[in-house]
């Protein structure tokens, strides 16, 4: 199928600011939005950003449980931050972690790309290709496959994969505990995803890797016998085929899981006979982050995040926490982030991650109750104090 430009104007702004310096890590910090509105880095997983370092994506809603949501691409020399869409259904953006090109669907079921290195924009599938319940979350690293649930109609859910050439759409899991399956296509190039299932009462989360091609599926030593409950958040670790998951702890007792009281990220890969854990036990990570490099990983920790507003006041300090998965060394990036519009909800957390250079690391934070996005400047020293 051969895409099609699109010549519809996009409107460059700036509402960026100085939002000051970390005095433990020295990171400084500059403020990307500032609208009176939910804006977010869509998600941490799978960072939405360039391959070059430079620009990233947000996504901007008045309502965020709504059907309307704006995009825009920040721009870390400029500061500036470009509308790319004016309404689009939905936040979520399938992308490859650091590619050039991220496809979002429009309201009437069609699929665009956009590239982030030139701002360009395509018309990928035509209107009706996808039905208006459709998520998508991911696509293969050659922009082939896009990766996607919807409501099957009978309680259950049912993950697909739609080839951006043909339209072509295949199912390759359903069932009731395929309701938030995270999916994120393999980093390597190797036609699998790494997807979970969780129970309909969230005490249960399996993670798997599943093979697109014989939808053969293998589950990863996370939680049951082996651990902690996986916390619903995990990510592949660069190409290697290894993945990293933040585990569930004890939040009353500031405590971990007694099989693993080091720690709570495990390590694996699918045939391991149990996980590796990274050993910081004064933190509660929560969600994680790898770099494109597959050396760094980055987490918010939430271990002394106290969400009763009567008692603590704003939620916090939520913790970003860097960490080098090779030589086991960690350090604070950000001694608080400031979310302090915790809501039960991805929209409301930090979700920090890495961009492609490791110059940044992009997180959402809510000082002012409305949640902004944020990019702190890794100092060189800092990662080197890693290695």
Known sequence: MTHVQIDEPIVPGREGADWGVDPDSGAVVVRLTSAPAMNSNIYCEQPYASPDGRRFLIARTFDPFGASHQLFVADLQTLGITQIEPDVPQELVAHTSWGEWAYYLMHDGSVRRLSLMTLKRE??????????????????????????????????????????????????????????????????????????????????????????????????????????????????????????????????????????????????????????????PEHGFYHVSVSRCGRYFVCDDFMDMKNDAFSSGPAGPVRIVVGNLQTGKYRTLLRDCQAYGIAGSSRFEPDPYFTADNRHVIYNASPFGLMQVFAARVPEAFLASLD
């Open 123 to 280: 018309a990928a599938l035509p209107a009706g290709s996808l039905g208006g319940d459709v998520i998508i979350e991911s696509i293969t690293p050659d922009n082939r496959l896009l990766i996607g649930y919807e409501p099957a109609g009978d309680g259950s859910f049912r993950s697909f994969t739609c080839d951006t050439h043909t339209g072509e759409k295949r199912i390759y899991c359903q069932g009731p505990s395929n309701r938030n399956p995270h999916a994120q296509a393999d980093l390597s190039g190797a036609r699998r995803v790494l997807h979970q299932l969780v129970t309909a009462d969230d005490r249960q989360v399996i993670v798997l890797v599943i093979d697109l091609a014989s939808g053969e599926q293998t589950t990863l030593p996370l939680g049951g016998r082996w651990s902690a409950q996986s916390s619903g958040h995990m990510a592949w670790i660069a190409d290697t085929g290894r993945v990293a998951c933040a585990l569930d702890w004890r939040r009353a007792d500031r405590a971990h899981d007694p099989r693993h009281p080091q720690g709570n990220l495990a390590i694996c890969a699918p045939g391991d006979a149990q996980p590796t854990i990274f050993t910081a």
